[in-house]
């Protein structure tokens, strides 16, 4: 293009931070989002993505955010070409792609950390656990197929088989998991999750859950030298769990922090590159309003 034609080339101003902006006006690119099950976060951080990209991009890009069973089945949907891109654990990716369907390998692009979650471990008061090694031959909640707790969990058991080989699964997490533990069908309930949760909330706050159940820790080291293409995929966090009254005890846990990740596929990245920048740039300049979404006024956990 000549330095004329570039001078006459359509831009569009935008603020970011105080800062002026030009950036070229591209024709809308639609990205299909693939999130989670409504009124939890994956869904509600897609629709902060959702609200900012005709801002932050220019109008280059609008995203459609389309509800689902969690990251597994999110992998699942891209896939079979139900949507471009989605909201996924970083363990999940692997496991997916080396334990469910090993010809998905190469077939996504992760652009980036949004935020991080956290590995909740909430069990019924009483049952004497303190850790998750702790467990035993018990029973866990977990989650159903096509949730990312399940196969973080799944990873667990094949890190570590003889500290978490002998738990046996409950198909449920979330309020079905939290009342498989108060029933006794479950001894515990995991549930990878952001920090501002408002299943933990409602858990600590009804009088039915609050006082029958409580916080317990994962703190086995040895699950932070795991590494996925030579990145750190667990870290070991202490988890400020004082905002949860009832739910909380002597101590703050420690715990797995696992990162959320926004994932395109092979195929709509290399046909669309000029979304993939716009991505970008949607992640970076929208960092601050994605972290409010999971963490609330400020990240409740200490590296």
Known sequence: MSMFRLLLAPVALLTVGGWLFASPVHAETVLRLCTGSPGKTYIRVGETLAEMAPQLTAGGLRIEVLPSGGSLDNMSRALAGECDGFIAQGDAIDFYTSQINTGAAGKFRVMGELYKELTLLVCRRGSGVDDLDELDDGTLAAGN???GSLATFLNLQQLEPGEYGDIKVFPANGFEGAMAVINGEADCMMDVIAPQSDL?????????????????????DDL?????????VYSLVTFDDETYSELSTTGDPEILAISAVLVLTQEYAQANPTAVSA?????LMGLKDIESVAYGESRPFKD
Do not use: C, H, R, W
């Open 145 to 147: 197929m096509g949730s």
């Open 200 to 220: 933990i909330q409602t858990l600590n706050d009804n009088s039915n859950t609050g006082p029958l159940l409580y916080f317990a820790e994962i703190d086995n």
């Open 279 to 283: 991505v970008s740039m949607l992640m």
């Open 224 to 232: 932070e030298d795991y590494e996925v293409d030579g990145k750190q």
